[in-house]
């Protein structure tokens, strides 16, 4: 039993299309991280959500406490674009996070 | 400002064997966390840190130890390797067992043959 599952796992899309990965959580939680991570390991947070919406640039993250559901998008996609995001929450009880799988995002020229 | 460094960023190891990793959290963090990835994963939590005591423990056996220094730096150490043990380890850093401003080193990539 996951207690995040993200969809899609894998996700193809043309330069310039708009770009849409979910989130949704079981647990209660404090707060929801939207990660980057590129080939090689490093993680970068995009985002941290407790509440609404967050945009930086091209990237825009909304959340649905009341549905447990998140969702990341990315307009005008580009090819550097191309990575692993992952969904993580953080709980109300206990200190670890609960990551969803990833998906792995690629951006065709 | 560095955020979270840890070293090495690459290591091989023979089966049996074994290893340790090291974290230097981002400056003004006194809590570590860290995670094993397998490929095609998510992280899986395997211990936290603060005030050099282990806080939680994901489910890792016992050859998975850690230990944090009074400088906050933290140290993972895994004994007899199996093979399966080979994955990417991060370290991830926060001000308190809260994880106020959680913040992820890049990783040290531990192959064991």
């Known amino acids: 039993k996951n207690e995040v599952e993200q969809s899609p796992q894998n996700l193809t899309a043309q330069e310039g299309e708009f770009i849409t990965i979910n989130c949704s959580y079981s647990?209660?939680?404090?707060?929801l991280h939207w990660l980057q991570q590129h080939p090689g390991g490093g993680i970068v947070s995009l985002f941290m959500?407790?509440?609404g919406k967050k945009k930086h640039g091209r990237l825009i993250a909304t959340i649905n406490i009341q549905e447990k559901h998140s969702s990341l998008h990315i307009t005008a996609s580009h090819p550097r674009d191309s990575a692993v995001y992952i969904c993580?929450?953080?709980?109300?009880?206990?200190?670890?996070?609960?990551f969803g799988t990833g998906t792995s995002l690629t951006v065709i020229p | 400002d560095a955020g979270v460094t840890q070293s090495p960023t690459h290591l091989i190891k023979t089966r049996g064997q074994q290893v340790t990793l090291r974290c230097s959290p981002k400056?003004?963090?006194?809590?570590v966390s860290w995670y094993q990835q397998a490929l095609g994963q998510g992280p899986q939590f395997i211990f936290q840190?603060?005030?050099?005591?282990?806080?939680q423990r994901g489910n890792f056996p016992d050859r998975f130890s850690g230990h944090q220094f009074p400088n906050y730096s933290s140290e993972l150490n895994v004994n007899a390797l199996l093979l399966g043990d080979s994955a990417l380890y991060l370290c991830?850093?926060?001000?308190?067992?809260?994880?106020?401003?959680?913040?992820f080193g890049s990783g040290t990539r531990l192959t064991v043959v």
């Open positions: 991830a850093s926060s001000v308190g067992p809260s994880n106020y401003g959680y913040t």
């Open positions: 647990v209660g939680i404090s707060a």
């Open positions: 959500l407790s509440s």
């Open positions: 993580a929450v953080q709980p109300n009880t206990g200190n670890q996070f609960y």
């Open positions: 400056s003004g963090h006194d809590t």
């Open positions: 840190y603060y005030e050099e005591e282990e806080r």
